[in-house]
């Protein structure tokens, strides 16, 4: 499926996929509150697989460089880059120094020994690279003083096709970026985490030209429109650590799906409907107020609830309706 996979593998640090706070003695951590990434000159810090072809890193950073320059600089953020090729085994010397340099910044400024990070990157790097499985996501890693930000790219040319205008290791780069930009503002739900990213993939490409806004958010869509028999709605799927089962089985249409026109729609819904003042006043908002009371504020509404009602209706319009709110968009 050519699409970011959501990683939700057996965690054994603290270790958190895009969405999940889980941490190792497999506490839910997800309702206490996260300390957020914090607003930061560097670049961030960009950390390959020695033999990985380097223009995959090319794309991925790209893509993170386009989405930092949009939403700003936000971290400290340190991006990991491996994968490998026609199945051609890994270099031993390149898998050590890979392993090392992973485990020296993993473990710096915390309790976790050099000996114990091994085994770790040995399953959530090297063993994931011989798969030949594509994995893209953020963890939030905790332990150090202050939050950093861990972008890890597994196997992006196995999402690559030559025939895209835009690559999509590009689209990568730009979706776990944003992750980083809003988890510097504060907790917001799983729709509007994974929405936004998903819907930041087409507004930035469409910014530069590359390609129209409807392009990928019309196919986005109809696979929105494909679980509303289901009844199930954005409303549920706040918090993909705790949904039921019947409800996390469809994360990927509610969330980065719906959760994608839920952007648009809240955009489309708020003064000016500009992209740039929701990233300029509504995360603020939030880290001011809490995600809930600043879509109220956002979008003079009184409840929560308002909003997906109105945002349920909306899906019931005409397709060509829905995406008709698109050319509305300003920057
Ligand atoms: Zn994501």
Redesign the pocket.
């Known amino acids: 499926m050519r699409r ?1 996979t ?1 990683v939700l593998l057996p965690m054994l640090w603290l270790l958190t996929g ?2 999940n706070t889980t941490d190792d003695e497999g506490v839910d951590r997800s309702s206490s509150k996260t300390r957020p990434f914090v607003e930061i000159k560097a670049p961030p810090t960009y950390h390959v697989l020695s033999g990985y072809d380097p223009k995959w890193e090319a794309y991925v950073r790209e893509g993170i460089e386009m989405s930092r320059a949009y939403w700003g600089s936000y971290g400290p953020t340190h991006v990991w880059i491996g994968g490998r090729e026609d199945g051609r085994p890994i270099d031993g010397a390149a898998r050590e120094a890979f392993i090392e340099e992973y485990c020296r910044w993993r473990t710096a400024g915390t309790e976790r020994t050099l000996e114990e990070c091994r085994p770790y990157v040995m399953e959530r790097f090297i063993d994931v690279i011989e798969s030949d499985r594509p994995e893209a ?2 963890s939030w890693v905790d332990e150090k003083s202050q939050p950093e930000a861990e972008l890890v790219f597994l196997n992006v040319h196995e999402w690559f096709y030559e025939e895209d205008a835009v690559p999509d290791p590009v689209l990568r780069g730009i ?2 970026y ?2 980083v930009f809003q988890m510097a503002f504060g907790e917001m739900p799983t729709w509007m ?2 929405g936004g ?2 819907f930041a993939e087409s507004w930035l490409i469409h910014m530069l030209g590359r390609r129209p806004l409807d392009f990928n958010l019309s196919r986005i869509m109809e696979r929105a429109d494909s679980i509303r028999e289901t009844g199930l709605t954005i409303s549920d799927m706040e918090d993909i650590d705790t949904a039921p089962d019947d409800v996390a089985k469809h994360h990927l249409e509610l969330a ?1 799906d719906t959760g994608a026109w839920a952007v648009a729609f809240l955009i489309h819904r708020s003064p000016g409907r500009s992209v740039s003042r929701y990233r300029d006043v509504f995360h603020p908002l939030v880290t001011e107020l809490g995600w809930e009371q600043a879509l109220c504020d956002y979008l003079s509404i009184e409840d929560k609830r308002d909003f997906y009602d109105e945002f349920e209706r909306f899906l019931s319009l005409p397709r060509e309706d829905r995406l008709a709110i698109l050319d509305e968009l300003t920057p």
């Open positions: 970011l959501a895009c969405m996501y953020l979706h776990e944003t992750h985490m994974e990213a998903v980065y």
